[in-house]
C-alpha cells in the first residue's frame, strides 16, 4: 500500500524559478528518501534524509523533514529544463529499513 | 558507482508466451533486490523482494507462480512472467540495495512489456 502523498500531483514552472514539492506519511520512519523518474525510464536516487535529521542539501536540492508532521519538502532552486521529470519520495520503515514504500509522485514541468 | 542494468528495455509478444526479464548490479553487491511495476502515471507498486539464495517474499495480490523470481548470484536476479496475457503488459522496475544501513536503492531502466 502507499504511505507517501506527494502534494502538487503536477507543477508547471519557468526555467531560474523554483519549485516545491511536498510529501506526507503515515507512519514512523527509518528514512525517507527521493527519486527522481524521466518519462519511460527508472528512477536516480537523489537524496536520503534519515528520521533524526531535518534538513538535507544537495546542490540545487534541499530536503526537510518533520516527524512530528510526518512530512518532508523537496526544494529545487534555480530549474532547469533538464529538471523536468516526476519527483517521488520513498519511506522506509521497520526492522533492517530495505523495503521502500513510495507516493504518488509530482510531475514537473520545466517550462523554457 | 551503483548502476543497476535491466534488460531487455522493451519485448512486445504474443499472448501465452513467458518472458524473462534480467535486472544486474554491474558494480556492487547486492544481496536484496526489488521487482516493482508501474502502470502509466502512477506510482511504483513493490511486487516481491528478492533475496539471493532464497526464496523470494512477494507481496500481497502478487501471484508467485505467475512471476517467477530467481536470484542466483549477488549481482542477478530475473522476474519470468509465465503465460503472459494483455493484463500483463506494464512497465517493470528493478531495484538493487548494497548492504549497510541507510542505503538507497539503485533503479534499473525498467522495462516496458507489450502482450498482444
Known amino acids: 500500500s502507499q504511505q507517501g502523498e506527494e502534494d502538487p500531483q503536477a507543477l508547471s514552472i519557468q526555467e531560474g524559478e523554483n519549485a516545491t514539492m511536498n510529501c506526507s506519511y503515515k507512519t514512523s520512519i527509518n528514512n525517507l528518501q527521493w527519486y527522481r523518474q524521466n518519462s519511460g525510464r527508472g528512477l536516480v536516487h537523489l537524496i536520503l534524509i534519515r528520521s533524526n535529521e531535518r534538513e538535507k542539501h544537495s546542490g540545487r536540492l534541499r530536503v526537510t523533514l518533520d516527524t512530528s508532521k510526518k512530512s518532508s519538502s523537496l526544494l529545487i532552486t534555480a530549474s532547469r529544463a533538464a529538471d523536468t521529470a516526476s519527483y517521488f519520495c520513498a519511506t522506509a520503515s521497520g526492522a533492517g529499513s530495505y523495503q521502500l514504500t513510495f507516493g504518488k509522485g509530482t510531475k514537473l514541468s520545466v517550462i523554457p | 558507482g551503483a548502476v543497476v542494468s535491466q534488460h531487455p528495455s522493451w519485448v512486445i509478444c504474443k499472448s501465452g508466451t513467458s518472458v524473462k526479464i534480467e535486472c544486474r548490479s554491474l558494480?556492487?553487491?547486492?544481496?536484496?533486490m526489488f521487482w516493482y511495476r508501474q502502470f502509466p502515471k502512477q506510482s511504483l507498486m513493490l511486487m516481491a523482494t528478492?533475496?539471493?539464495?532464497?526464496?523470494?517474499?512477494?507481496e500481497q495480490g502478487v501471484e508467485k507462480d505467475k512471476f517467477l523470481i530467481n536470484h542466483a548470484s549477488l549481482t542477478l536476479s530475473t522476474l519470468t512472467v509465465t503465460s503472459a496475457h494483455p493484463e500483463d503488459s506494464s512497465f517493470y522496475i528493478c531495484s538493487a540495495r548494497p548492504g549497510g544501513e541507510g542505503q538507497p536503492q539503485h533503479f534499473g531502466d525498467g522495462t516496458r512489456l507489450s502482450i498482444l
Open positions: 528478492s533475496n539471493e539464495g532464497s526464496k523470494a517474499t512477494y
Open positions: 558494480d556492487f553487491q547486492a544481496t536484496t
